[in-house]
């Protein structure tokens, strides 16, 4: 079975190119036979990252969603404030983690 890796790249600031760039990044994840997951493609399509109880609420889900991940995958040249969050929590419940910069 296809490892299931979390896409942990960045949403905020220029959403539109990151979002596109979260795309690729899944893509990347499935050719190489992962089963990718990117929730900031998901929750951004019904919740509003700028409304503190929905973005504390999608922080939460995520913590849920990363317990099922079997790997972490950090895209991108810079690290984000909740991308930091998001690797904390994989290496404290020691999560294989690999970084790919971008692809």
């Known amino acids: 079975m296809s490892p299931i890796v979390y896409i942990c790249s960045p949403y905020a600031g220029n959403v539109e190119k990151n979002v596109a760039a979260a ?3 899944c893509h990347f994840a499935y050719e190489n036979d992962a089963l ?9 399509q019904f919740m509003d990252d700028e409304n503190p ?7 939460i889900m ?3 969603i990363m317990d099922l991940c079997d790997e972490l995958w950090i895209f991108g040249d810079e690290v984000s ?13 020691f999560k294989k983690i690999r970084r790919f910069g971008d692809v």
Do not use: T
Not at 81 to 93: D, F, R, V
């Open 23 to 25: 795309r690729k990044y």
């Open 36 to 44: 990718p997951f990117a929730p900031h493609l998901l929750f951004s």
């Open 53 to 59: 109880d929905e973005r504390r609420d999608a922080m």
């Open 62 to 64: 995520v913590e849920i």
């Open 81 to 93: 404030h909740g991308m930091a969050a998001k690797i904390g929590y994989a290496k404290k419940k």
